[in-house]
C-alpha cells in the first residue's frame, strides 16, 4: 500500500524558514517523480515543486523560484521541502504528491498524502 | 488567475448528467495530458482521470473525460449526493516547465 505521510508544518513568522517532510513507502521512491503541492484556507490547488525520478531535475512555480529548495533523499524514501523568506501568501496546506512516472511532466499525482499545514503570521 | 480556467461552481440534481469544462491553451492541454483531481471536503485531492480519458481502478465509470485542442472537459452522470466535491483539472505547462491547475469546480447536488 503506497503511503505518503508529510510533517514539519507550523507556525512561523514571515522572513523566517521551515523544513518540510515526506516519509514515502509502499513503492520504489527512488523511481517515481515526487511533488509538492499546496492549498491555501479556502482556496484552490496550486503546484510548488518537483523532482523527476532516477536522480533527475527540479523544479519550481514562479511564486517560490529563489526561496524554496526541494530535495530528496532515496536511502530514507524521503522527499523535502525547505522554505526560506517566507511570506504570509505562502499560508497553505502542504500536500506531498507520487507521480505515474520517473519524469515529473508525464505522470499524473496518483497518491497523495494528508497534508501539513503551514502558518506565516506574526 | 489560474492558467486552466474552470468554472468556480456547477450544480445538479440526482440522476442528472453535470459536465464540467477546463480551458488552457497550446502550451499545456494542447500539448500534454489532461488530468482530473477531485477533492472531497477536508480531505486530500484523489485522482480521478488521467492521460485526459483514462479511469483508474476503482473510480466508477459515471465519471468520464474528454479532451479537444486546447480545451477538455469532466463528466459526471447519474450524479450522487457523494459527488459533491472539488473538481480541479491539471497539465503539465511547457513554456512554465511546471504543472498548472484550473482554480477548481464546486459541484454541488442539490
Known amino acids: 500500500e503506497v503511503l505518503l505521510v508529510e510533517s514539519g508544518g507550523g507556525l512561523v513568522q514571515p522572513g523566517g524558514s521551515l523544513r518540510l517532510s515526506c516519509a514515502a513507502s509502499?513503492?520504489?521512491?527512488?523511481?517515481?517523480?515526487m511533488s509538492w503541492v499546496r492549498q491555501a484556507p479556502g482556496k484552490g490547488l496550486e503546484w510548488v515543486s518537483g523532482?523527476?525520478?532516477?536522480?533527475?531535475?527540479?523544479y519550481y512555480a514562479d511564486s517560490v523560484k529563489g526561496r524554496f529548495t526541494i530535495s530528496r533523499d532515496d536511502s530514507k524514501n524521503t522527499l523535502y521541502l525547505q522554505m526560506n523568506s517566507l511570506r504570509a501568501e505562502d499560508t497553505a496546506v502542504y500536500f506531498c504528491?507520487?507521480?505515474?512516472?520517473?519524469?515529473?511532466?508525464?505522470?499524473?499525482?496518483?497518491?497523495w498524502g494528508q497534508g501539513t499545514l503551514v502558518s506565516v503570521s506574526s | 488567475q489560474s492558467v486552466l480556467t474552470q468554472p468556480p461552481s456547477a450544480s445538479g440534481t440526482p440522476g442528472q448528467r453535470v459536465t464540467i469544462s477546463c480551458s488552457g491553451s497550446?502550451?499545456?492541454?494542447?500539448?500534454?495530458?489532461l488530468y482530473w483531481y477531485q477533492q472531497l471536503p477536508g480531505t486530500a485531492p484523489k485522482l480521478l482521470i488521467y492521460?485526459?480519458?483514462h479511469r483508474p481502478s476503482g473510480v466508477p465509470d459515471r465519471f468520464s473525460g474528454s479532451k479537444s485542442g486546447t480545451s477538455a472537459s469532466l463528466a459526471i452522470s447519474g450524479l450522487r449526493s457523494e459527488d459533491e466535491a472539488g473538481y480541479y483539472c491539471?497539465?503539465?505547462?511547457?513554456?512554465?516547465?511546471?504543472?498548472?491547475f484550473g482554480g477548481g469546480t464546486k459541484l454541488t447536488v442539490l
Open positions: 504528491a507520487k507521480g505515474g512516472d520517473a519524469y515529473i511532466k508525464r505522470g499524473e499525482f496518483d497518491y
Open positions: 509502499g513503492f520504489t521512491f527512488s523511481s517515481y517523480a
Open positions: 523532482f523527476s525520478g532516477s536522480g533527475g531535475r527540479t
Open positions: 497550446s502550451s499545456n492541454i494542447g500539448n500534454n495530458y
Open positions: 492521460r485526459n480519458n
Open positions: 491539471a497539465a503539465w505547462d511547457d513554456s512554465l516547465s511546471g504543472w498548472v
